[in-house]
């Protein structure tokens, strides 16, 4: 209702000129309308009935009654309009200045800390230049650097577009004024000032709206690394942090990548592959014919798959058949599920982890190995990974005298186990598999309740040593 008040204005109203713009608001709700905006007092041109009295009072602003034929009010009228003309006109010549010396600023460096200092310069304030992810690129005016600030953490509610908005962050005290640095399809960064209290609102305003056109020009010449911008959405997405997802997805825009829709993580392992290998894979993933936010992360090539409508199977098909054109390496994929959140891929990637995890442990090689339809394998690999002493313990106990005696003895009795519980005790079906006489298997299993103990005719029995022998393959 009443933009462009601040606190400690003192408003002045005309009564009459109220009740024709709106015959139905009383000068009470006016009142309480303008004591909610922080205003240092109000002072009316026409007398005030009690219950505007009233409202002031109950509100704790002073209510002025001052006539408007009064010569005392004219002269303040035209010195305020005076006031307003020439300080328009100051702020339009600041701007003008501003706009020289930052635009003379980002021509002579391409780099944008000089646009940066000197708006600190201007303000006496801190000034930050971040990336859309909230990475600084640029600080001044920390005043012996004691904040040393690598990132700002961005509030999930900041508009990637607009003018200036006042804001609080997590890492500085007082509120900030934050501008976005203008681009296609989003913004480049966020130019930050702080705090955003006690000085020249104005000459601030002008001033970071000046300096935010100079960086727009400063970093659309800078020719970002694509493989740099990639690992750091990458990170972005898969460390969880809280960073705005909109930001997020507007940053990956201007690489060219979607991030719309459910989607999910895939870990590629070219055995035998470098760095090299792995830059030169994730550069050129696609499907469908789009382009895959694909990067060498923590040593392995890291792809976001898409996942809507169950399209992650067949997207991480094309991974492995696109690998598969490239390196004649053996190559593992292990997958996590599809999130529609972008802050549950870092959950993506941990199971993708584990799928590949299993895929090297059990030699799952040249085919996608999905989290998702791991079965037991997921509980086993979650034992294995968190509570590796059990796990381990309760394979000794278990399968340990069976582990020894084949040790000693060059023997077999433990994958000959394996099979057989695999094929449900079908000693047929199992001795196919291992290419030997039913009565040679016969006699291999009376040898594994000898030695083990174990009495495969009990089913808890062979339950336990069904796990047992999947868990020693996952840590053996």
């Known amino acids: ?6 606190g400690n204005d003192l408003a002045v109203l005309s009564v009459e000129v109220m009740r024709l713009a709106d015959p139905d608001r009383t000068l009470a709700e006016v009142v309480r309308a303008l004591a909610a905006t922080g205003v240092a007092g109000i002072l009316v041109l026409e007398p005030p009935d009690q219950a505007a009295v009233d409202a002031a009072d109950r509100s704790g602003i002073p209510l002025l009654y001052y006539p408007a034929e009064a010569t005392l009010l004219r002269e303040l009228e035209q010195e305020i309009l005076r006031y307003i003309v020439n300080r328009r006109d100051q702020l339009q010549q600041k701007a003008r200045e501003l706009f020289r010396r930052f635009a003379e600023a980002a021509l002579q460096d391409s780099r944008p800390d000089p646009v940066v200092r ?45 003018g200036i908005q006042r804001l609080s962050l997590e ?18 960064g966020f130019l930050i000032l702080a705090p955003a209290d006690g000085g020249d609102r104005d000459l601030e305003e002008t001033a970071l709206a000046q300096a935010a056109t100079a960086l727009a020009a400063v970093l659309g010449r800078r020719h970002a690394d694509p493989d740099r911008v990639r690992v750091a959405l990458i990170d972005e997405l898969l460390n969880g942090r809280p960073a705005s997802p909109d930001l997020v997805r507007a940053q990956a825009r201007r690489a060219g990548y979607e991030l719309e829709g459910r989607l999910a993580v895939a870990l590629v392992d070219v055995e035998g592959g470098d760095a090299d290998t792995g830059r030169a894979l994730a550069g050129g993933l696609k499907f469908a014919g789009r382009p895959l936010l694909a990067a060498v992360y923590q040593g392995r090539v890291t792809v976001i798959l898409p996942a809507a409508g169950g399209q992650v199977v067949t997207a991480a098909e094309s991974i492995r058949q696109a690998v598969a054109e490239r390196v004649a ?40 190995v999905l989290f998702e339809r791991l079965g037991l394998f997921r509980l086993l690999m979650t034992l294995a990974d968190e509570y590796p002493a059990e796990a381990r313990s309760f394979v000794d106990e278990t399968l340990g005298k069976l582990i020894e005696y084949d040790r000693e003895n060059r023997s077999d009795l433990v994958e000959t186990l394996r099979v057989c519980l695999e094929s449900n005790l079908n000693i047929s079906e199992a001795a196919e598999k291992l290419h ?6 016969l006699y291999r299993l009376r040898r594994v309740e000898e030695i083990s103990g174990w009495n495969l005719e009990n089913p808890d029995s062979r339950l336990a040593l069904h796990l047992a022998t999947k868990l020693h393959d996952l840590i053996d």
């Open 1 to 6: 209702m009443f933009q462009g008040i601040r």
């Open 118 to 162: 000197h708006l600190a310069d201007v303000t006496g304030k801190l000034v930050l230049l971040t990336d859309p992810l909230g990475r600084v690129l640029s600080l001044a005016g920390d005043q012996g650097g004691s904040l040393g600030l690598a990132r700002v953490t961005l509030p999930p509610g900041l508009r990637a577009e607009g």
């Open 171 to 188: 890492e500085l005290a007082d509120p900030v004024y934050v501008m976005p640095v203008g681009g296609s399809p989003g913004p480049q």
């Open 329 to 368: 390496s053996r190559t593992f994929i292990g997958v996590g599920r599809a999130y529609a959140e972008l802050r549950e891929l870092g959950r993506s990637y941990r199971e993708a982890r584990r799928a590949l995890g299993l895929a090297r442990k059990l030699g799952l090689a040249d085919r996608p």
């Open 436 to 441: 030997v006489h039913r009565n040679t298997l």
